[in-house]
């Protein structure tokens, strides 16, 4: 019998990847890369640091793309491979990520009028401009409708679905009046792709929904039309309009349409897999069961558990979501998250070290005639390597983006103190990987309160790859032992799996991911004399976490610097 | 009758200078400036951050080298001039910077088995390794002495003379030992220009010993033995062999010696004054009066007040001293300070954005082949000054160095908040002016709360000289006009006006102030909009200032960073 495939289509903010797969043994035989050409590096700016936006054009063109590439790089390299082995597509994309669409499931960006309306976009995950929304939306709920809250961590965010779209009836009426409906970027890709016209027909991902859209079967699917009514009328009356179809990924909304398979050389028909956030079909690609976290480490993090639905889970305040069957069916999906990491670390190189080469080659942090220079990601690393816990004194919080678990807070902003005049930027590097770290370990603090036992932490994305000294720290302050996948492409893996469940090559999700995932040899395990210190830090971390992120924290924060020096004195001698 | 002059030696932390000046009408006729040659930039230093000496043969070597070609310099400027037209010399110097000496008054540096031990070398005024030492003599003074802690601000600092004789005495006892007594840096230099020996002949400077040695003639001059020896019997018996003669700027401390009217060819036996520190002798310089406050900002600032000594005066917390005569004769001096201001930014340009060019000559921040880089001083000025105050959303604390006033904590660092993933080194770069200038304004209301009227601010130093961007940003926080000195060599000014008044070329400090010195025509006025943004982020500086800097503040900082996007907003708006 012929090896057969499936493809894995993995919607990034700044790129969008094809995979092959081959569904016998997880090999990621070809796949391709590409830019989206909107925006600064496929990102809509403005002057307001809130706004980021995607030209959904980038989404179709993508595919396409994506697609005839990564085909012909597998004619290349497996002997005899033809596209007739490929077998389904699986999506996974970012998100929040709503797009306003006309009747047919059309982008009305595609109109001519609205082709550079801000509003029009996709309003990608990190988009903030609905802060206020948010709050209003949190406000009501909390009177209204408290059941819709406790599923969402007991904060609906910004980042969201809802708070997206009455923004956009606020500031662009033209545009929601445009509008029919609005849909997930993981929804409309499979549903552009099986060619499923009106948004009534679409089937949607209950991972979008269920996380960020307060969908919950429970309550009869989307939020009530009194409640949405009460935000504002015209929300009331879109709920109408969204489809009743929600669905797990272990089925397939469609097959490809003619003239997909016509323009990429794809058998016509393949099923295609319900669509799903980007981290929950990574945490399918790095192997997610139940006692395991996956991280994914990128731009941000989105930090996945899933918990069997047999058995009752209480709510878990801060979390982005409970949702039944939002990663796998039979097993309530938990997301939590970071809002920024990878966003941090790149910020410090490139706007505050901006300048520095953009290889490595260069020795550390001098050029070639000896004066010191900005650094890069690799010099920063490495000189950040050599610190020990606590010797630079500095302590730093990872909200340069706000905070998305435990607080669920979008107005909170960066901090960092402890700086002498001898602080490095080598120093303020590691206190930011640290801030990071000290923030998934409240993440992963807040899960075990609730009666979510992690006994395994495995880690993917772009940091978990390539950068073991955050491993390592991540490790240290833990206390954890800390996996990495296998896969590079864990999202696509994860897209991939779905792809060979609902093409049926696996009788279910836990065959499919035995067979096609696994993890690296390398585990990065935490060093005993490093943890002791990361405690002790972590506590004062905690302490500026609760005085700045919560109003029921009362007193005064004197010791902070002093413990600090106390700290770095120990350290240092 | 032919013009006289005099001279102003004046000891910086990295150099020290000459200026000839014309007692007639203050002309600064020639100057000359020699960098001490030990350590970096003339400081040793230690992987200890809170180490920071000076070798006292670069301040005998410093002398001879600038008196020597200011004058050679004056006779090329001035037609006629001769050395025999000085009629004497004043000096001013860093501090408190004490040295260990001999029974014949030379360092014990100069000793061959000492020339290289960090702790026979002159203590730095930044030096900071008497922390715990600082904390001692505080505990044991609040207990036995409080009346010596009310005059120094209600703490003792790690900055001080005592704190630093006690490190001493523990960490390295063969240096104590071998020291027969210690002299401030600005009693030394007179001394040994004019042949004083013997420390116990020694006339020192009430300005040092009242604000650093808690020296009161009121308790009849150091603290006691019984005081001293309380810390270690060995500090009571020192007391015992330190000068007994200490006084006001207003007499000499006797005449030039032959030697070295020889080395530099001025006339043996002219009067060389009082010694003093930098600050107030700057203050002298800049026209201070009552009602007047003199700031002198470079790294760190003075500020400087004085108020007649017929009106009593209640103790200021938080002040680094009030002292009868340290300033003028007749008044009580009043100094307060910041740990760190050029400092700061320097730390910023220096360590932060190393490898920029040390010109302004290439376009703000972009290489010539277009690309971004490191920011100069300069460019970060002129990028800073586009901003409108609360733009950039950040906040920071100027307690790099620690905080000098009010808090007389030296166990305090930086704090940088406000953070987003935009966030530009032109805005961190403002954000630490404002830091400072908020710095600033918590003096000045620390003056008034206590009833010392503040009518009108002097600056002066190299930053008031140099940049005004900071000086327009201190007017917009304060609400003040800031108004600048018209010498930019106020303490070699200062001193040179000291040595005019022991002269007797004028009859008192008034009458040669009003002759020697003034202020430049352009004054700073502060733009409403500016101050009453500023009213707003002082507020929750304030907040900030009290929560990490005071035990009794209690409460949660939830509100700082929503607030500051709030004005982010309105001022973007």
Redesign the interface.
């Known amino acids: 019998m012929a090896t057969l495939y499936t493809i894995g289509l993995d919607y990034g903010t700044n790129s969008v990847r094809a995979l092959i797969v081959n569904v016998a043994n997880g090999a990621e035989v070809a796949g391709a890369v590409w830019n989206y050409t909107h925006g600064t590096q496929g990102v809509i700016l403005s ?3 809130n706004l980021a936006r995607q030209h959904p054009a980038d989404y179709v063109k993508g595919a396409e793309i994506t697609i005839k590439q990564a085909l012909a790089a597998a004619k290349k390299s497996v002997r005899g491979f033809n596209a007739g082995q490929v077998i389904g597509i699986g999506v996974d994309t970012t998100g929040s990520t709503p797009l306003p669409v006309d009747k047919n499931g059309q982008p009305i960006a595609f109109q001519k009028k609205f082709a550079n309306h801000p509003a029009a976009m996709a309003w990608l995950w990190k988009d903030h401009t609905g802060v206020a929304e948010a709050a209003e939306i949190t406000a009501i709920a909390k009177k209204m409708r408290p059941q819709f809250l406790a599923k969402c961590g007991g904060t609906y965010s910004s980042e969201w679905f809802w708070s997206k779209i009455l923004r956009c009836l606020r500031v662009a009426p033209e545009v929601f009046n445009a509008a029919h409906a609005w849909v997930e970027l993981a929804d409309y890709v499979p549903a552009a792709l099986t060619g499923m016209e009106h948004p009534k027909k679409f089937i949607a991902g209950v991972c979008a929904a269920g996380h960020k859209a307060m969908w919950n079967a429970k309550w009869g699917g989307y939020p009530d039309a009194q409640f949405l009514s009460k935000l504002n009328p015209k929300l009331g009356k879109l709920r109408a309009r969204l489809t009743p179809r929600v669905h797990s990924i272990d089925r397939a909304v469609g097959g490809l349409t003619a003239a997909w398979a016509k323009k990429t050389g794809l058998p016509v028909g393949i099923p295609v897999a319900v669509g799903a956030f980007d981290a929950h079909l990574g945490a399918v690609g790095s192997g997610v069961a139940p006692g395991t976290l996956v991280k994914i480490i990128g731009t941000s993090t989105c930090d996945i558990a899933i918990s069997p639905n047999t058995k009752k889970l209480a709510d878990v305040p801060g979390l982005c979501g409970i949702v039944d069957g939002s990663v796998l069916p039979g097993h309530f999906g938990l997301e939590a998250g970071q809002s ?1 990491v990878g ?2 670390f ?2 410090f190189v490139n ?5 520095a080469p953009t290889t490595a080659s260069a020795s550390s ?1 001098t ?1 070639r005639d000896g ?4 650094a890069t990601h690799e010099e920063l690393t490495e000189a950040a390597a050599k610190l020990k816990p606590g010797e630079s ?1 500095l302590l730093a ?1 990872d ?3 706000g905070n998305r678990t435990i607080l669920v807070d979008q ?15 080598a120093e ?1 590097y590691r206190a930011l990987i640290e801030a990071t770290a000290f923030g998934a370990l409240t993440i992963i603090n807040r899960f075990e309160e609730y009666g979510v036992k992690i006994s395994s932490v495995v880690n993917c994305g772009g940091i978990a790859e390539k950068n073991p000294v955050v491993m390592q720290i991540y490790a240290d302050v833990t206390g954890r032992p800390m996996k990495v996948s296998r896969s590079a492409q864990t999202c696509a893996l994860g897209s991939a799996v779905a792809a060979a469940v609902v093409a049926g090559a696996h009788k279910d999700y836990a065959t499919a991911q035995k067979r096609m995932t696994g993890l690296k040899p390398k585990v990065f395990k935490p060093d005993v004399k490093a943890h002791a210190t990361y405690k002790q830090l972590y506590r004062l971390y905690r302490k500026l976490h ?13 010791d ?3 413990e ?2 106390e700290i770095r004195g120990v350290v ?1 001698h």
């Open positions: 002057r307001d640091p920024a966003d941090i790149n910020w706007y505050i070290q901006p300048g942090g050029s004066a010191r220079r900005s004194g919080l909200w340069n983006n107005r909170l902003t960066g901090l960092l103190l402890g700086q002498t005049l001898y602080t490095t930027p303020i609760d005085a700045f992120g919560t109003k029921i924290w009362k007193g005064n924060l004197f902070v610097m002093k600090l020096i240092r």
